[in-house]
């Protein structure tokens, strides 16, 4: 199996955020496959492709899945930054490259640079290289690896992973339809605060709101529009992806 190298990250742990501050979006891949791209130089072609990969696990078996589907290709060299298995957000990542047989640095170091330089994590990178009979040297091969994951990363369609915090507000039927309402339109005016859904009963109903984490409790707001009949329940978090552009 060829060498990896981890790579050594920081153990201090991310500052606290203040209170009433929202949490910060990870930037990752969306779900699928993506698309490869083909860099040529000197009739060496490296063949690169990103995937998701939300823990090691998923980002080995890409690398194997890539190996397999070229097994005639010299080097696979690879790259990955993945979450720690229960972390929080914003925690230190798991870090590993690969040269797969090319010069030590070469390959999988400017692949991870690459990789870091984009601000994505839970994302894997492989590049296949079909030798052209031409040594491309050092600097050659660390200019090509780090172009190619390049492509290979802007090619990729991009989401944002975001914390939503959950809040049941409970409410007579009757007035739950006007509440719903007041609610989406106080929505659409923030940005911040989402109805997720309406759960129906006999004589009340639960309608589920959703704000940004770490934003402030909608307490306020449902008083005002419930002439304080109402108050919100914390029901948890949700994590929700959001495209941030389609590939190039």
Do not use: N
Not at 22 to 38: H, I, K, M
Not at 150 to 156: H, I, K, M, V
């Amino acid at each position: 199996m060829p060498a990896e190298r981890p790579t050594p990250v920081s153990s201090d742990s991310a500052p606290a955020e203040p209170a009433g501050v929202d949490a910060p979006a990870r930037l990752t891949l969306a779900p699928g496959e993506q698309p490869e791209t083909d860099l040529e130089v000197k009739r060496s072609h490296f063949l690169a492709r990103a995937e998701r990969a939300d823990d090691e696990d998923a980002a080995r078996a890409f690398i194997t899945r890539i190996r397999s589907r070229y097994p005639d290709a010299r080097h696979h060299c690879s790259a990955f930054i993945v979450p720690q298995p229960g972390t929080a957000p914003g925690a230190p990542a798991v870090e590993r490259s690969s040269d797969d047989g090319e010069p030590s640095g070469t390959a999988g170091q400017p692949i991870l640079e690459v990789l870091r330089g984009s601000g994505l994590t839970g994302v894997a990178v492989v590049v296949t290289r079909y030798f052209g009979g031409t040594l491309l040297g050092t600097g050659g091969l660390v200019r090509a690896y780090s172009e190619a994951a390049a492509q290979a990363l802007d090619a990729a369609a991009r989401v944002s992973i975001s914390e939503r915090a959950l809040w049941e507000v409970r409410v007579p039927v009757a007035r739950a339809g006007r509440l719903e309402a007041e609610l989406r339109a106080s929505g659409a005016a923030s940005g911040a605060l989402a109805v997720e859904e309406t759960t129906w009963g006999a004589s009340d109903a639960v309608v589920l709101l959703s704000t940004p984490a770490g934003a402030p409790s909608p307490a306020e707001l449902i008083a005002q529009l419930t002439a304080g009949g109402a108050t919100p329940t914390p029901a948890g978090t949700r994590l929700v992806e959001s495209p941030l552009r389609p590939p190039t």
